[in-house]
């Protein structure tokens, strides 16, 4: 079987129509990674800081703890002026150290102006706990009676507060420095490539590659079809060698890029915290988009996250290296599916143009059915709205990572038995 994979991959780099492709999906590439590093020096890797809000707090109660209040909003915008100077001049530790702590403070603040009871609606109350006495910071608890009327909308504002000092405090305990969404180096490389060009050209890669295969092979399956025991097998050798073709054609330029890459800078960010949406990775989940009219996106390192879904419980850390082999294990799933596609399609149509057409404008369709904003559950069956699992993964897609594994795998299941039984009834 082997052997035979191993010809058919071999015949395919061999053809002059692949080789242009690749050596343009190759230009595309470094083209890419080239305007992703110049734009890393101009993009900020730091966030402003959401601020204390004093509006709620009156002076009637107790004019001394109001003054004593006063004092400590004025302590912590002296350190938010500092920490921002630090990141200018990128003193990271130091910058790092003071996001930590306002953090840790707004956090707690919003946990005091919330009318949200603590230990049911504030995840990881016990690690800003523990991050306010490692630092030594205040008990803004102990201003609760200078607030007039609590609100239910600053629980939004502490997940983002909280999920901040965790990411920076992580950076500090692993000796990280911030780096920029853009960041291009041998760790990023990968997930750069994936969630900038793939999503598009993937799907436009397989089928100008695979789509004249039906009439190449057409000699040869009339000679193999008549030997006993072959016939069963031939389907899934033929599958095997297109899929290894374009997984070789994808992930071959990127392992050489992060070669290229590791004496500049390294690898010590594979370890690089990112943040993903940890009820979609686990189960079938998407978000709860109700009076949604629009995605903002934010930068916060490597994760490009809505602020719809940036406030949302639920947000964890994992690791880059992670990160990584997750989307690339979705990667996979995605060529098997386009590859089974463009496939079934060849096998029921005599005109291979028409396969590919078919076979983009579906795709094309699905894309447009689903694009990054829509919060139509009937898309969760729509294998598009998985087109980027970096993006399902980290929380940018209303649909969830978990979610697209599912139904890739179960889309690309019934297509290889629609290919098994289109061996046996069509005519090659």
């Known amino acids: ?42 993009e900020s890797p730091y966030q402003t800081s959401l601020g204390i809000s004093i509006a709620s707090v009156s002076q009637k109660n107790d004019p001394k703890l109001y003054q004593e209040f006063m004092d400590e909003v004025n302590l912590i915008r002296q350190t938010i002026d500092k920490g921002e100077q630090d990141g ?35 995840e990881h109350a016990d690690v800003i706990e523990e991050l306010r006495k490692k630092y030594g910071l205040p008990d803004l608890s102990q201003y609760e009676k200078l607030i007039v009327q609590k609100s239910n909308n600053d629980i939004n504002l502490y997940f983002c507060s909280m999920q901040q000092a965790r990411y920076f405090d992580y950076l500090l305990k692993h000796e990280l420095t911030p780096i ?11 997930l750069q490539i994936v969630r900038y060009i793939l999503p598009v050209v993937l799907p436009l890669l397989v089928g100008l590659l695979l789509f004249q295969q039906r009439e190449r092979r057409a000699k040869t399956e009339k ?24 997984l070789l054609v994808v992930f071959l330029p990127i392992l050489v ?31 709860d988009t109700q009076g949604l009219d629009h995605i903002e996106l934010v930068a916060s390192g490597l994760t490009n996250m809505s602020v719809n879904q940036f406030t949302t419980p639920g947000m964890e850390l994992m690791p880059l290296w992670q990160c990584t082999l997750f989307v690339a294990f979705g990667l996979v799933l995605s060529t098997i599916f386009y ?37 139509q559950k009937i898309n969760t069956f729509n294998p598009m709205s998985y087109r980027d699992f970096g993006m ?20 690309s299941v019934i297509l290889y038995l629609v290919l098994k039984w289109c061996a046996k009834k069509v005519r090659v």
């Open 392 to 411: 399902n993964l980290l929380g940018t897609s209303y649909f969830g990572y978990f979610a697209g594994i599912v139904i890739i795998g179960l889309y």
């Open 88 to 122: 200018k001049e990128k003193n990271w530790k130091s910058y790092c150290e003071y996001k930590v702590k306002v953090s840790v403070l707004e956090a707690q603040w919003y946990m005091v102006a919330s009318s949200m009871p603590n230990d049911s609606y504030f």
């Open 223 to 246: 000679t193999i079809l008549t030997i006993s025991g072959v016939k069963k097998k031939y389907v899934r050798w033929n599958l095997i060698s297109d899929v290894l073709f374009v």
């Open 339 to 375: 590859v089974l596609l463009i496939t079934v399609l060849s096998k029921l149509m005599k005109n291979k143009y028409l396969s590919l057409l078919v076979f983009l404008v579906v795709l094309g369709l699905c894309s447009f059915a689903s694009p990054l904003g829509n919060m």
């Open 1 to 42: 079987m082997w052997t035979y994979v191993l010809f058919n991959i071999k015949s395919n780099l061999k053809r002059k129509e692949n080789l242009i492709l690749i050596v343009l999906f190759i230009v595309c590439e470094i083209a890419l990674l080239f305007i992703l590093n110049t734009k890393s020096f101009t």
């Open 180 to 190: 920029t969404y853009s960041y291009v180096d041998a760790s990023s490389v990968s």
């Open 257 to 287: 890029y992060m070669i290229v890459l590791v004496p500049f800078k390294g690898v010590s960010n594979l370890i690089y915290p990112v943040l993903y949406y940890k009820p979609g990775f686990t189960g079938f989940h998407y978000w």
